[in-house]
């Protein structure tokens, strides 16, 4: 009997590749590695394809495949070829998620969090890229419902929903607290009702300044940021000064109330420090913070009115 003819039993195959005769009596009853035939014993006989196949079966199944999809392979309904790569997108996937799992621990030990935020983080950040942009969608929808396609609110809810495809194969520690702190932030009701307020507001008549306003903009972020840097309060006489540089002296004091108020209208640290989260999420290069600048000129406003 030569080598193409010469047949096994259980016991010789398992010798031979090194398998537990379970394992092979096993495949053999599911009919992954059918007999070739039987002795005159009745015990169960294996020729050199069997071998091949069981070696195939074991390559298989060591890369993770499942039984089933084995079995489709040998059956020739999917070529081994057509399998890797489906098992190749599988382990990508299974990678991302390990890569975000080690980032949240890392996070989790940097804050030293308690095992009920540790539990809130893990789960936030298992969230796939699907079910992370509809969290934000449907904070979107809630908050904006209502609004007029064509006020500026509108383009305020479509800029909200740009939340990356995914978070990166192996995001930083800064990143994944991002994502759990936008995901805390968009839970809360009295964010979501701020921001509705801001998109409101912008799209009432009068809500939103029709003509220039009495101040530029960049004229504030400029001077009030340098009196918060150098520790100028806005109810002294300095920042006095400094608000007669950003305003008309002579802006009646009625006027600096309506102007404040409106100012504030349209100023939150919440709603910034959502763009900021984005922009950490998105890879973007951060902005220095401006609504400090901002609460500054509402203080001195209201204290020279």
Excluded: C, K
Aim: no cysteine; hydrophobic share 40%; charged share 30%.
């Amino acid at each position: 009997m030569n080598d193409r003819t010469e047949l096994f039993t259980i016991g010789q195959l398992a010798r031979r590749t090194g398998l537990p005769v379970r394992t092979i009596r096993f495949w053999s009853d599911i009919d992954v590695i059918p007999p070739t035939g039987r002795s005159a014993g009745g015990y169960r006989l294996y020729d050199t394809e069997a071998v091949a196949r069981l070696e195939l079966v074991r390559t298989l199944r060591e890369l993770g495949l499942d039984l089933g999809t084995v079995q489709r392979v040998l059956a020739r309904q999917s070529t081994v070829a057509d399998v890797a790569r489906a098992h190749v997108r599988a382990l990508d996937a299974e990678i991302r998620t390990l890569q975000v799992r080690r980032a949240v621990l890392r996070s989790i030990a940097r804050r030293n969090s308690t095992t009920e935020e540790m539990s809130v983080m893990n789960r936030l950040a298992r969230l796939s890229a699907q079910e992370r942009q509809r969290m934000i969608d449907e904070f979107v929808d809630r908050t904006f419902a209502g609004i007029d396609p064509q006020e500026p609110g509108a383009r305020i809810a479509e800029a909200m929903r740009q939340m990356p495809a995914e978070l990166p194969d192996d995001p930083t520690p800064e990143q994944v607290d991002a994502w759990l702190e936008l995901a805390e932030l968009v839970s809360d009701p009295e964010f979501a009702q701020r921001t509705r307020q801001m998109a409101v507001a912008g799209g009432q008549p009068g809500g939103a300044p029709t003509g220039p306003p009495p101040y530029d903009p960049t004229v504030v972020i400029e001077q009030a940021g340098q009196a918060l840097a150098e520790g100028i309060a806005p109810d002294s006489a300095q920042g006095r000064a400094v608000l007669d540089r950003i305003v008309d002296p002579e802006l009646p004091a009625r006027e600096r109330v309506r102007v404040a108020d409106e100012v504030a209208t349209f100023t939150d640290r919440r709603v910034e420090r959502y763009w900021e989260l984005l922009g950490v999420l998105n890879d973007r290069p951060p902005f220095p913070p401006r609504v400090p600048m901002f609460e500054w000129f509402i203080a001195a406003l209201r204290a020279s009115a």
